[in-house]
């Protein structure tokens, strides 16, 4: 069990420490700025200058702490959209690009079944959904403390790892659209294009009568700001992530045992 | 209990028909060649017995194992090889990161053994690799599991000529040892030197299944003869002469060089007949070779691949109901077993 995962994971980590590394780097600017940034700036005058919608979409609460500072800079942009849309986008490749190129010929030869490539493949995104949050939280737990605005361990813990069932959920758009798709091309497209409308839906919606549409959206179970602001951790929003990403690995599944592969 | 047993095997996919009622079946111990021009529908049926497609109509079993049924499927692959007819592997691995994948997965009985066969470049990845290497890689995976039944589609394509002849060799040896082997061809020299019996498709429909001997006794030569003087036809009326032509005109008058009289005909008849008969003329040129494909097709099977029954009096040496029509040549291992 688990050789394709095995497989496909190590070939994973060399793109994962990237990933890690550069993360971490805009996580060491974004608190090497913070301390001038809030000498030289009114923040909330700043705040008050933005278009609502715009501080909605970008889940600002305030600046006027080093952890809200990071929601939104560094968690909003970096994990929530740079990293989920990552995450959806190489997930969606996994299945599609074998079959686009032939290559799932040679996989299913072997006394694999259906269900059981889908599975390891996406087990195997486990790397870089993981790796992506080894190296950050030191360099933001360590940043903190050297511009002397320290923020507890157990946030900085917190906010990484309820990051991890997001993240997942958002390959899991991608697995789906991997197995619909038999062009990769187009898998990666469409899993793009849907994890972006999800992320606008849940933070443009919220407030009004459409609310409740963004209850499918990942991005409504995973706030930055209540873990680093308010120091709550949504335990009950990591279950509905892991719940969504089983979800959406079971209809991957499902569907790639019955379709013909091209 | 025969290797493969196809019945009934139907693939509509709407604007084509890709498989009409295919049935047929291939013994233990025997190499089959399914032969067919491109587009018959070879790989379709192959990648149905491999259950990659699901067949629209009829059964397939690999080794009496139904392939639409995903648990008894995934018995029979660990006794299958199989290569596809452009195998393709993970780009950025090297052939041996993709090697200890497949041995992870099927196990490992004979890979080193291959690879003195057929040896990629191992340590580079396979982006570098050429098609034959590509392909070679591909043979190593089929075979390192010891299967007891393979299945390749166009297996010598991008192999040269020595690999040929070394991966012949290698497979007439494997079925010494008890190898079924299931392989897909258009290419009918191949055929004849590999294999016990073939299997010919062509628009989706199985027309034949005979013994090799058989469908090369028919399916004959193509001589084209340059003689000085024109040849009378009367001098041709030999048994095994087909469908003769004769050149348009070369005109001797305008030519610097005579170039003499052309005939183009198919024969299958005894060659030395046909030379004793020729003694008789100043011959310039001769050639004989294999008949392509596609006259063969033509001359015995019809121009639309169903009508065979018009040329039953060629075809009691095939030993098989040949009623192609209703694909009952499928029993055709009743004479060779």
């Not at chain 1, 990293?83 to 799932?104: E, K, N, P, Q, S």
């Not at chain 2, 396979?126 to 890689?137: A, C, D, F, H, W």
Request: proline fraction near 5%.
């Amino acid at each position: 069990m688990f050789e394709l995962t095995r497989y496909d994971g190590r070939r994973r980590i060399r793109g994962s420490i990237y990933l890690s590394i550069g993360l971490s780097l805009l996580a060491a600017m974004v608190i090497w700025v913070y301390p001038s940034f809030e000498a030289e700036v009114d923040l909330d005058q700043l705040l008050a200058a933005y278009p609502e919608p715009i501080l909605q979409v970008m889940g600002v609460r305030t600046m006027a702490s080093l952890g809200g500072f990071l929601s939104f800079e560094l968690y909003t942009f970096g994990w929530i959209i740079l990293l989920g849309l990552y995450l959806a986008y190489a997930t969606a490749g996994t299945i599609a690009d074998d079959v686009d190129r032939g290559r799932m010929d040679v996989v299913l030869a072997m006394p694999i079944s259906r269900s059981r490539v889908v599975g390891e493949r996406f087990a195997a995104m486990a790397v870089p959904i993981v790796g992506a949050n080894l190296l950050p939280p030191i360099v933001v737990y360590v940043g903190a403390r050297l511009i002397g605005h320290p923020i507890g361990a157990a946030d900085v813990l917190a906010v990484h790892l309820l990051s991890i069932p997001y993240l997942f959920a958002c390959a899991g758009i991608g697995l789906f659209a991997s197995v619909i798709f038999d062009r990769a091309a187009i898998a990666q497209r469409v899993a793009l294009g849907v994890t972006f409308a999800l992320f606008l839906s849940e933070s443009l919606l919220t407030g009004t009568d459409a609310e409740a549409i963004g209850a499918i959206a990942p991005m409504r179970y995973y706030d930055p700001n209540a873990v680093l602001i308010d120091g709550s951790y949504d335990l009950v929003g990591a279950g509905i992530l892991l719940a969504m990403t089983v979800s959406f690995l079971v209809a991957a599944q499902l569907w790639f045992q019955r379709i013909d592969i091209s | 209990m025969a290797a493969i047993e196809l019945e009934g095997l139907t693939k509509d996919y709407g604007e084509v028909l890709a498989n009409d009622d295919v049935t047929f079946d291939v013994e233990r111990g025997e190499i089959f060649g399914y032969l067919g021009p491109n587009g018959a529908g070879k790989t379709t049926t192959i990648r149905t017995l491999l259950g990659l497609l699901s067949p629209t109509a009829g059964t397939a079993r690999l080794l009496g194992h139904d392939v639409t049924d995903e648990e008894q499927l995934l018995t029979v692959k660990r006794r299958l090889g199989y290569l596809p007819d452009s195998p393709a592997f993970d780009e950025t691995a090297t052939g041996r990161a993709v090697l200890e994948l497949h041995a992870s997965i099927k196990g490992d009985e004979r890979s080193a053994e291959l690879l003195e066969l057929f040896d990629p470049p191992l340590d580079r990845e396979i982006r570098e690799y050429s098609r034959g290497n590509v392909q070679k890689l591909g043979l190593v995976t089929t075979f390192m599991h010891d299967p007891d039944l393979v299945i390749l589609d166009e297996p010598t394509s991008g192999l040269d000529p020595l690999l040929q002849q070394r991966f012949n060799e290698f497979v007439r040896a494997e079925r010494e040892r008890g190898l079924t082997v299931f392989f897909s061809s258009h290419i009918l020299s191949e055929v004849r030197r590999l294999c016990d019996r073939v299997g010919i498709i062509r628009n989706g429909r199985l027309v034949a299944v005979e013994p090799v001997e058989s469908l090369l006794d028919r399916s004959g030569k193509l001589v084209r003869l340059r003689t000085a003087e024109p040849i009378p036809p009367a001098a041709l009326e030999i048994d095994g002469v087909h469908d003769l032509e004769t050149a348009a005109g070369p005109n001797s008058e305008t030519d610097d060089v005579p170039r003499g009289s052309e005939r183009a005909f198919t024969f299958t008849g005894d060659v030395n007949v046909l030379l004793d008969r020729l003694r008789e003329s100043r011959v310039l040129d001769l050639s004989i070779e294999e008949a392509p494909l596609e006259d063969v097709f033509m001359r015995f099977y019809g121009d639309d691949g169903g009508d065979v029954g018009s040329d039953g009096d060629d075809r009691v040496a095939a030993g098989t109901d040949a009623s192609g029509e209703s694909g009952s040549s499928g029993k055709g291992g009743e004479n060779d077993v």
